[in-house]
């Protein structure tokens, strides 16, 4: 079967191929991939250094933390979306790194791109906690190079919005709501990180938007673990499509029609931030 690359050059080789391809192209991701997956996706996925549909577990472990009873792992779905979806649930309250971790090999090259699909169920409870690693502990995954979660209610301040550090200890915890409306459950959002090596700053995009730009970062890092969790037990939220690599995985959306608001909080005493690990 071709690489997704070569299908989309050999349909786009002339009119009657490109219109060929309006209607054969869709069909065909959905049977190899899923329904509504774009070419780009695909091809992203096929040459990426780490790429996992979360079909199933296989290429991961439960951890590291699991001093106490830690989030549980189940297949799942999500209403009008034809992917595989892992959702994590139950642990351990204030617990973290709990849920899942995996270890890929870092080329020689560092991937430039690191994405993944998150979909809330319970949005009271902070939980989607996405971590990139350069190292294990038995404890958790240090040193990090970044990390990603969705704030809930039990969250003194910036709750109900997505956040990312990069130096738990040190950095700014930047914090993103939206200008209208709010983050919705069952809802699959699209989160994708570039990681500018040279210059140690990453961006981030949701849904193909930029809304994070020139965040510094341990570039000296080598990128090997990725880390799952829920920070509460009663949360509940899904993952899909893990990818690590060069390609950009998703477009960029020019005209977004959602707008996301910046914030940025230093308050290390808050109760539930990374930095505050329960072992």
């Given at each position: ?14 009119r009657?191929?490109q ?35 979360m ?5 991961w ?10 989030n ?5 779905c ?11 649930e139950?642990?351990t ?6 849920g ?25 409870f ?31 301040t ?51 938007t ?10 000296d890092l080598?990128p ?16 899909s499509?893990?990818l ?25 005493r ?5 930095v505050?690990?329960?072992?």
């Open positions: 079967m071709l690489p997704a690359l070569e299908v989309g050059r050999a349909t786009f080789a002339s009657n191929m219109a060929f391809a309006k209607e054969v192209l869709p069909r065909l991701l959905a049977v190899r991939c899923r329904p509504g997956l774009q070419l780009q996706t695909a091809s992203a996925s096929e040459a990426a250094v780490f790429f996992d549909w079909r199933d577990t296989r290429q472990h439960a951890g590291p933390n699991t001093s106490k009873p830690y549980v792992a189940k297949e799942g999500v209403t009008g979306d034809g992917g595989a979806w892992i959702f994590l139950q642990g309250d204030w617990l973290g790194f709990q899942l971790y995996c270890n890929f090999a870092s080329p020689r090259r560092k991937p430039r791109w690191v994405s993944f699909r998150l979909c809330l169920r319970t949005l009271e902070s939980c989607g906690f996405f971590a990139l690693s350069a190292d294990r502990r038995t404890w958790g995954l240090q040193p990090l190079i970044f990390i990603f979660n969705y704030r809930g209610d039990d969250m003194q910036g709750k109900r919005c997505f956040a990312l550090q990069t130096q738990p200890v040190t950095g700014d915890l930047h914090v993103l709501q939206l200008e209208k409306g709010q983050i919705c459950a069952g809802v699959p959002y699209e989160v994708s990180v570039h990681l500018d090596w040279e210059c140690g700053l990453l961006e981030l995009f949701i849904d193909g930029c809304v994070l730009r020139e965040i510094p970062f341990q570039a080598e090997q673990y990725i880390g799952l969790y829920n920070w509460r037990s009663r949360a509940v939220c899904g993952f499509e893990i690590v690599g060069s390609s950009r995985p998703y477009p960029v959306v020019e005209d977004a029609q959602q707008v996301w608001r910046v914030s940025e909080s230093q308050n290390r808050e109760r539930g931030l990374v505050l690990l329960s072992v």
